[in-house]
């Protein structure tokens, strides 16, 4: 069987017109990283700049033998410190729950009440399959107007773009990581994900699940209320 290898440009006009063609490919895929970068630039801190806003966001992360990923664990960590700093009223936790043997959003939930976030105060999101599916649903089925975001700093940019794009007022607390494997990993992985997150926020494609509002988020609301009238 003859394998035929690519042709190389034998002419210097050729190797111009690869070189240029490379080149305009790289721009290209850059393009929505850099989108992510300008559009987020004014809409990052930490959880002191963090203003007082009504709910939190925690995007999941991956579960360790049922217990929350130490990435995770940072991210409900910041939660917990707005919640008992009075920066915010509720916690909506969001995250993948497709299996019956994999609870992110219950696991999140215990491990935030384990930490002083009454459960009152916690509203739970069984369909935040991927991060524009939770801000999609935040607002159409949670009523989530404006949110603090919380997740780690190579995520949290593209957090922060799609929430707005979903019609989410969104204030972006990225948490400190430990530069391992898992950081690098997903730091490369964001160059990927950006196309995708463009794509979304260009077309507004509706959440694998999306399914009747629920009421969890006002009636924890409501709850903050009375207690702190």
């Known amino acids: 069987m003859n394998i035929r290898r690519p042709r190389l440009p034998r002419t210097r006009a050729g190797w111009r017109r690869l070189v240029q063609g490379v080149m305009a490919g790289c721009v290209l895929g850059l393009l929505p990283a850099t989108w992510l970068f300008v559009s987020t630039a004014d809409r990052l801190g930490t959880t002191d700049d963090a203003p007082r806003t009504e709910v939190a966001v925690v995007f999941g992360a991956g579960l360790w033998a049922g217990e929350p990923s130490p990435y995770l664990a940072h991210r409900l960590d910041a939660a917990a410190e707005l919640y008992r700093e009075g920066r915010v009223k509720v916690v909506l936790v969001t995250g993948d729950n497709s299996r019956e043997d994999y609870d992110e959003p219950d696991a999140m939930r215990a491990y935030l009440t384990e930490h002083g976030v009454p459960d009152g105060r916690i509203v739970s999101d069984y369909a935040g399959f991927d991060t524009w599916d939770s801000c999609v649903r935040a607002k159409k089925i949670f009523g989530v107007d404006r949110a603090v975001l919380i997740s780690q700093g190579f995520h949290i940019r ?72």
């Open 158 to 229: 593209r957090a922060v773009a799609l929430c707005q794009a979903a019609g989410v007022e969104s204030y972006g607390v990225g948490v400190a990581a430990v530069h391992d494997v898992t950081w690098y990993y997903g730091g490369a992985r964001e160059i990927f994900a950006a196309g995708k997150a463009a794509l979304d926020a260009v077309f507004e494609p509706d959440p694998r699940f999306l399914g009747p509002k629920e009421p969890g988020v006002a009636r924890a609301l409501a709850t903050a209320e009375r207690a702190d009238g």
